[in-house]
Nanobody, 124 residues
């Protein structure tokens, strides 16, 4: 089992920045691809960003490319999502997730472990 706890959400004005953190505990952090997803009210959960365990390759949704950056610190068992130039449409609950490395990390259903989520609200 891997337990994931997100932090860093909050209220920010459009154009501002936030950094989300996701701390993992339980089984070793190694061997897991990590992803960030978000879910706005009345909408399905959607992929935001992911980072591979092997090689550290990163993937981004088109809607956040160039504004968000995912990174991981394996020594601290933590993954981060730096969010810049935030827009009101970025408002959602953001979830951290982990999956065994291998298949594409952009598919929601491939993730085995999920955090409880952290609210991000961007005011206009």
């Amino acid at each position: 089992q891997v337990q994931l706890v997100e932090s860093g959400g909050g209220l920010v004005q459009a154009g501002g920045s936030l950094r989300l953190s996701c701390a993992a505990s339980g089984r070793t952090f190694s061997g897991y691809d990590m992803g960030w997803f978000r879910q706005a009210p009345g909408k399905e959960r959607e992929f935001v960003a992911a980072i591979r365990w092997i090689g550290g390759s990163t993937y981004y949704a088109d809607s956040v490319k160039g504004r968000f950056t995912i990174s991981r610190d394996n020594a601290k068992n933590t993954v981060y999502l730096q969010m810049n130039s935030l827009k009101p449409e970025d408002t959602a609950v953001y979830f951290c997730a982990a999956k065994a490395t291998g298949l594409s990390p952009v598919v929601t259903t491939r993730y085995q472990y999920w955090g409880q989520g952290t609210q991000v609200t961007v005011s206009s």
